[in-house]
Structure formats: structure tokens, C-alpha cells
């Protein structure tokens, strides 16, 4: 990627519709929250897609939404739950079709389990290939036939090239790989994982899709870039090497923090990364400075009541998904992000 990234976000309809200026303005990509449950995909989803085409008249940014996940896993050995899991996935993917969707998120099998024991076999990690493959060949050649892309989020994986290698299993432009960073992080602090970035390097010209959130690495925070201690220049750093395009998101389906983001000398907080420490010419460089520049030259809240300390930069962020978003205060800086 040479140039900056435009950010996008995870939005549901009544935090677009608050919202649809702030997307519009850059043309922002948008992952639509709305259609995760069973209900939804199982009642008339239809008026939902049509609230959304309106909202979306005049954009020009990647739509896609995220797809269908409680209860099942895309390996599921049971044959009556797998027909259920078929279902779920082609009823996504008639929404996606209907929105002129290019992506729905689908969460990865793997789980520390499976990274101790999978290896205890020798046709464990063969079988979870095959029974994904049982669960997700239909919903591979509908994806296929309406130009959208499955990306397989990592959830609980600790091992960041089992997911890329399913996918790649499959052969198909239709199947790619998305990276949460957060859960990505938990792996890391929890579980022994590499660090994030090796999840970025793990997936290649193979991630297309990213939700980018902090968190501590001891449970799925969805905090704001900078709230917690994930290495974003190391992040970055990886994600400028890519040539695969990803859609950077941000933002959650349950909500968006309230939150600064405050960057110090030394980092937000102890071990975390101090935007003003990057300079090179690349996009992650620049990135970092103009975070740092946006940041600073906003208004500063007390510190007291932030309850954090007299912050260096920070954005504010709201309580509830019905709240203005400064989006970290791009659009609000005029960055190109």
C-alpha cells in the first residue's frame, strides 16, 4: 500500500444513518452489523437492506457485512448442525447480494485446542480442512457468483497460518483472510500467540479485511487505537508491505468505547506505542505523525475527568453506538485516512 489508508468502520443502520456524512465524506469502506442473527436471516431482512441502499445512495466505498456466527463453528462434525451452518452462510451472502456486498466475515475454526492437539493425530488437521470444506462449499461458489469475498476472522487462534491455509485450501478468489487485532492480541497475552503483527505477515497478499481495535491481550477490549498496548508500529509496519488492499475497519457491532486515546512520550501507558516515535516516508509513518498532529491539536478534556493523566493527544469516543464519532478525529483533521 503506497498511499494512506482510508479507514473505514463497523457500523449497524442507526449508527450509519448517524453517521452517513462522516462515510460519505471519504468514501469510506462499511461493514454492516445488522445481519449476524439467526432471527434476522430467518425473518424478512429485505426492508433492512432497503433502509441501508438509501442511506448508502452517493457511496462509493466497499459495503460488506459480518456474517452469521452464534452458535456453530464451520468444522462442526455434527451432519445436522452443518446443514444448519450451510444455511446461515448462503443466507448472509443473499443479503450481501442484495446490498452489492464485496465481503462477509466468517470466524475461523481454530481455537488453543486444536494449536495442542491437532498434532496429536495425524489426520486431525486434514479433517478440520474437510469439514469446513463440507460446511462452506456452497457458500464458496454463491461467493464466487456474486463477486464477494469470505474472510476468515481469526477468533481464538493461536496459530496465525492455520486460517490462511484454509483458506488458501479452497482455490478461490472467494475465500480470504481477515485479521482481528484485538483477538489477535488476547492470543498473544493469553495464550502464548505470536504478536500481531505476525498475524499481518502470517496472512500475506491474503488479507483483505481487518478490524482494528486495542485491547491488553487479556480479553476482546474493542478500546481505541491507542487505548491499549497492541505495537501499532509494528501493525502498520506489516500492513504497508501488503499489496492486497484490505479494508481497515474500526469500530465493533457492540458498541464503540468511550475512551482517550492519549499519547505520551513514552506511549500512551507503560509498553504502549508513543505515536511521535515514527518518521519514516512510508504510509505507516506518515500515519502515525498525522494521528499525532490530529490528536494534539484537539481540545483537551481534564484530565481529571479522562481519570488518566494530562494526555499529550488523545480523541474522545462515544458511549453508545448512537453517538457522533470523531473516527479519531480524521475526518474532523482533514487527513486522507
Not at 489508508?5 to 469502506?29: C, V
Not at 451472502?93 to 496429536?120: F, I, K, Q, R
Not at 469500530?251 to 504502549?272: D, E, F, I, N, W
Not at 494534539?296 to 453506538?321: K, M, N, V
Request: proline share 5%; aromatic share 8%; net charge negative.
Amino acid at each position: 500500500m503506497a498511499d494512506l489508508p482510508i479507514l473505514g468502520a463497523a457500523l449497524n443502520l442507526k449508527t450509519l444513518e448517524t453517521h452517513r456524512d462522516l462515510m460519505l465524506d471519504k468514501q469510506r469502506d462499511l461493514e454492516l452489523q445488522d445481519f449476524v442473527m439467526a432471527d434476522v436471516l430467518n425473518g424478512d431482512w429485505q426492508p433492512l437492506v432497503d433502509r441501508a441502499k438509501v442511506l448508502l445512495d452517493g457511496h462509493r466505498g466497499r459495503v460488506g457485512i459480518h456474517g452469521p456466527f452464534w452458535g456453530f463453528t464451520i468444522h462442526t462434525r455434527d451432519p445436522d448442525v452443518r446443514e444448519i451452518v450451510k444455511r446461515r452462510l448462503l443466507q448472509g451472502l443473499e443479503v450481501c447480494e442484495a446490498l452489492g456486498g464485496t465481503h462477509m466475515v466468517v470466524h475461523s475454526p481454530y481455537s488453543t485446542w486444536d494449536y495442542n492437539n491437532l498434532d496429536n493425530s495425524d489426520s486431525s488437521r486434514q479433517e478440520v480442512l474437510e469439514f469446513c470444506h463440507l460446511a462452506m462449499k456452497d457458500a464458496v461458489r454463491r461467493a464466487e457468483d456474486i463477486g464477494c469475498e469470505l474472510v476468515i476472522e481469526n477468533i481464538e487462534d493461536k496459530d496465525p497460518h492455520a486460517r490462511v491455509e484454509l483458506a488458501r485450501s479452497f482455490g478461490s478468489d472467494a475465500v480470504k483472510v481477515s485479521i482481528d487485532t484485538g483477538h489477535a492480541y488476547y492470543a498473544h497475552g493469553s495464550t502464548g500467540a505470536p504478536p500481531v503483527d505476525y498475524y499481518v505477515k502470517a496472512a500475506g497478499n491474503s488479507l483483505r479485511h481487518v478490524h482494528l481495535q486495542d485491547a491488553d491481550g487479556y480479553a476482546d477490549r474493542h478500546w481505541a487505537l491507542g487505548e491499549g498496548t497492541i505495537n501499532w508500529h509494528a501493525v502498520f509496519g506489516a500492513l504497508g508491505k501488503l499489496d492486497s488492499n484490505p479494508r481497515l475497519i474500526v469500530g465493533t457491532a457492540r458498541s464503540l468505547r468511550a475512551g482517550y486515546l492519549h499519547c505520551q512520550h513514552g506511549g500512551a501507558r507503560p509498553g504502549a506505542v508513543g505515536f511521535r516515535q515514527e518518521s519514516p516516508a512510508s504510509w505507516p509513518g506518515k500515519l502515525l505523525r498525522k494521528l499525532n498532529s490530529a490528536f494534539t491539536s484537539s481540545s483537551r478534556p481534564s484530565a481529571a475527568r479522562a481519570g488518566i493523566g494530562e494526555p499529550q493527544a488523545f480523541a474522545t469516543y462515544p458511549r453508545d453506538l448512537s453517538s457522533p464519532i470523531p473516527d479519531l478525529r480524521f475526518a474532523a483533521s482533514g487527513m486522507t485516512i
